[in-house]
C-alpha cells in the first residue's frame, strides 16, 4: 500500500481559509458536504492547519503554480472503472507499479479515477503491462495514451467485496437549492462565502483540468516535442466555477528560450523549418493538424470543430473522458497575463473571489449574462467591473494595474505584440488594503454604483482605476487592461446595457428596503438569496413587499413616463380642439 493510501485532495483551490473575513469563518456544512476527495480525507478537520496550508499556497506565484499542476498532471492517469468496484483492491494493485500521491473518483458515463503517482516511471510502467482493447467489428487506433479501462477478471466472485465510493463532484448545486442554504446564514458576507464553496472549483476538478491539457500536449508533441499545452481564463484565474470550459493553448516559448542558448563555437546552428508568410498562417495550420489527429487518432475526443479564420483561431471539442467542453488556441499570450492579473487580484483579499462568484451567479439569473456568445455582458466584463469598483474604494481593495507595473522587477517586463504587459508577479511584494468594509456593504453598493454609473460619457480604465471620456460611442466601453486600443465590451448593445442598469437598480432597492429579521420569521429569501430569485418569479407577498409604496424604481419610472405621456397627449388634443372653436 502507499504510504499516503487514502490522503487525498481535501482543500479546494480557492480553499476555505477565503470563507474567513477578518477572523471570521463560514460555518461548516455546505463546506464540509462538498469536499470531493475519498476516503480518511473527509474527517480532516478544517481548522488552522488547513487555512494556514491555504495561505501559503496562495503565496505562490502563477507560473509556480502553473509549473507544479503541469508536472502533477504528468505522472497521472485516468482509468475507467468497473461497475462493482473494491477500492481498496484497486488501489494496492496501482501501487505495485509506485507509490501513489494522491487519487479521487467522479462520476462521468460510469465511474472514474484519477490517480497521481509519485513519480513518472509508474506510469510507463502501467502501460507496459496495458494490453489493446479486442474489438471484433472495429479497427482501433494503436495509440497509447494515459487513458485506461479496468474490468474484473471474474466479477462474480468479487461481487460480495463491492464497496461504494465517494464520489467527487464536478458541477454545482442549481440555484433553487441553493436558495436554503443561503438563507440559513447569519449575514449576507457569509451567504456569500456559502455560494462560493458551492461554485468554485474543486482541487480534484483543477486536477482533471490539467490532466486534460496533458493529455492533448501528448498529441502535440509528436509534431512539436519541446511543445507545452497550459490552461487559461477561469481554470487558473481563481474565478472558475464548477462546469465551465476549459480554455487551454499551445505554447512554444520554451522552444524560443532554448534556440537563445546556442553553445560557443564557430557556427551558429539553427534547424531548417517551414517558412510561412505569416504567424496567423503558421497558426492555422499548426490548429488544422493538431484538430485533425484528435479528431481521428484521439480517445474520447469529439465534435471536433476548426474555427481557424477568428481572430483567435481555435479548435473547439469535447473530451468525453473528463467531461470538458475544451477550446485550443495558440500561445495567446496577452490572454495568460489577463489571467495571471486576475490571479493575482483573487489572492489578494477573500472578499474579492466572493464578491464576483456572487455577482456572476446574480448575472446569470437575471439573464444578463449568457454561455454562448451575443449581445450581452460576458464573465470576463463582468469581472473587470467588479475589479474597477474595487479599485474606486475608499481605500482600495485592491491596486490599479499601473501600481502592479510599479511594483514589477526585470523579470516582469514583458512587451508582447508592442504591449506593454508587465507587473509584479510576487505577490509579498504588494501591501494589503486598509479597507475592512464588509461584504453586505460591497454587494450593495456595487449594484448602487453602476445602477447611477453615466454610461454616455464614461467608461473604465483598469490601469488608471477611475472613469475617462470615451473614445468611441459603444454603449458599454471597458478598456482591454494591456490592449489599451481594445474594449472588451464591444459586443454589449444599449438594451442589454439598460437591463443592466435596470436589474441593478431592482437589487439595490431590494437589498436596502427588506426586513431581515421578519423575512426570517416568516422563511421567506433575504438578502443575497433575494436578488437571486429572477424578479417576477418571487413567491406572492415578497412581491406585494416589493411594489409597496413606492414600488419598483424601474416599474415606477416607466409608469410616470406613461403617465406624463399620455397627459401630454391629452392637452395637446384639447388644445387643438379649443383652436378650432376659437376659429369657428
Known amino acids: 500500500m502507499p504510504a499516503r493510501y487514502g490522503r487525498v485532495m481535501a482543500q479546494r483551490a480557492g480553499g476555505r481559509a477565503l470563507c474567513a473575513l477578518r477572523g471570521r469563518l463560514l460555518p461548516p456544512g455546505p463546506a464540509a458536504a462538498r469536499l470531493g476527495s475519498s476516503g480518511p480525507a473527509l474527517q480532516r478537520a478544517a481548522g488552522a492547519e488547513e487555512a494556514d496550508a491555504e495561505v501559503s499556497t496562495r503565496k505562490k ?23 462493482k468496484l473494491n477500492e481498496k483492491k484497486l488501489l494496492q494493485y496501482l501501487s505495485s507499479h ?43 487506433v494503436p495509440y497509447k495514451s494515459r487513458l485506461f479501462t479496468f474490468t474484473l477478471k471474474n466479477p462474480g466472485s468479487q461481487a460480495a467485496e463491492e464497496r461504494p465510493v465517494n464520489l467527487s463532484p464536478q458541477s454545482h448545486i442549481p440555484v433553487n437549492e441553493l436558495i436554503p442554504k443561503l438563507c440559513s446564514a447569519d449575514s449576507i458576507s457569509s451567504q456569500m462565502y456559502i455560494l462560493l464553496n458551492e461554485y468554485q472549483l474543486t482541487e480534484e476538478n483543477i486536477k482533471l483540468r490539467y490532466l486534460a491539457c496533458s493529455l ?31 480554455d487551454m493553448f499551445l505554447d512554444f516559448r520554451d522552444i524560443q528560450k532554448r534556440a537563445t542558448q546556442m553553445k560557443k563555437g564557430p557556427f551558429e546552428i539553427e534547424y531548417q523549418m517551414k517558412r510561412l508568410p505569416s504567424e496567423r498562417l503558421a497558426t492555422q495550420k499548426i490548429l488544422s493538424i493538431i484538430g485533425d489527429c484528435l479528431d481521428n487518432f484521439g480517445p474520447g475526443y469529439s465534435s471536433v470543430q476548426k474555427i481557424l479564420n477568428a481572430r483567435c483561431p481555435l479548435v473547439k471539442f469535447s473530451h468525453q473522458p473528463t467531461g470538458f467542453q475544451c477550446d485550443l488556441s495558440v500561445s495567446n499570450s496577452i490572454a495568460i497575463k489577463c489571467s495571471e492579473l486576475l490571479y493575482i487580484y483573487g489572492c489578494l483579499d477573500p472578499r474579492v473571489r466572493a464578491l464576483v462568484f456572487s455577482l456572476r451567479c ?142 441593478a437598480r431592482e437589487s439595490a432597492w431590494i437589498l436596502q428596503k427588506e426586513d431581515k429579521t421578519q423575512q426570517m420569521v416568516n422563511k421567506e429569501p433575504w438578502g443575497l438569496a433575494a436578488v437571486l430569485i429572477p424578479f417576477g418569479k418571487s413567491n406572492r407577498n415578497t412581491m406585494k413587499n416589493r411594489t409597496k409604496g413606492i414600488g419598483s424604481e424601474t416599474i415606477k419610472s416607466l409608469l410616470d413616463s406613461l403617465k406624463r405621456s399620455i397627459e401630454r397627449a391629452g392637452r395637446n388634443e384639447d388644445e387643438k380642439r379649443s383652436g378650432k372653436r376659437a376659429d369657428k
Open 98 to 140: 509506485g507509490k501513489i500521491d494522491n487519487y479521487f473518483f467522479f462520476e462521468n458515463r460510469g465511474v472514474n479515477a484519477l490517480i497521481e503517482f509519485s513519480e513518472k516511471s509508474s506510469v510507463t510502467s502501467l502501460q507496459a503491462v496495458t494490453g489493446i482493447p479486442k474489438a471484433a467489428e472495429h479497427h482501433v
Open 216 to 246: 492533448v500536449r501528448d498529441f502535440a508533441r509528436a509534431y512539436f516535442p519541446d511543445s507545452t499545452v497550459k490552461p487559461f481564463g477561469s481554470s487558473v484565474n481563481t474565478f472558475g466555477k464548477l462546469g465551465c470550459d476549459v
Open 61 to 83: 506565484t502563477f507560473t509556480e503554480v502553473q509549473t507544479e499542476r503541469l508536472e502533477q498532471a504528468d505522472r497521472s492517469v485516468l482509468i475507467r472503472c468497473p461497475s
Open 362 to 503: 446574480w448575472a446569470r439569473v437575471h439573464g444578463l449574462t449568457n454561455s454562448v456568445p451575443g449581445t450581452w455582458i460576458t464573465n470576463f466584463s463582468l469581472t473587470m467591473m467588479i475589479m474597477f469598483f474595487l479599485q474606486k474604494r475608499s481605500p482600495p481593495i485592491i491596486p490599479t494595474l499601473d501600481q502592479l507595473k510599479e511594483l514589477a522587477d526585470e523579470k516582469d517586463k514583458h512587451i508582447i505584440g508592442g504591449y506593454d504587459c508587465s507587473f509584479v508577479s510576487d505577490l509579498s511584494k504588494i501591501k494589503p488594503t486598509k479597507n475592512t468594509e464588509s461584504l453586505d456593504e460591497l454587494l450593495c453598493d456595487f449594484f448602487q454604483y453602476f445602477g447611477n454609473f453615466d454610461f454616455r460619457k464614461n467608461s473604465l480604465n483598469l490601469r488608471k482605476g477611475k472613469e475617462v471620456n470615451k473614445p468611441e460611442s459603444s454603449p458599454l466601453y471597458i478598456w482591454n487592461p494591456f490592449e489599451q486600443d481594445l474594449n472588451i465590451s464591444k459586443n454589449v448593445n444599449q438594451p442589454q446595457l439598460e437591463k443592466f442598469v435596470a436589474v
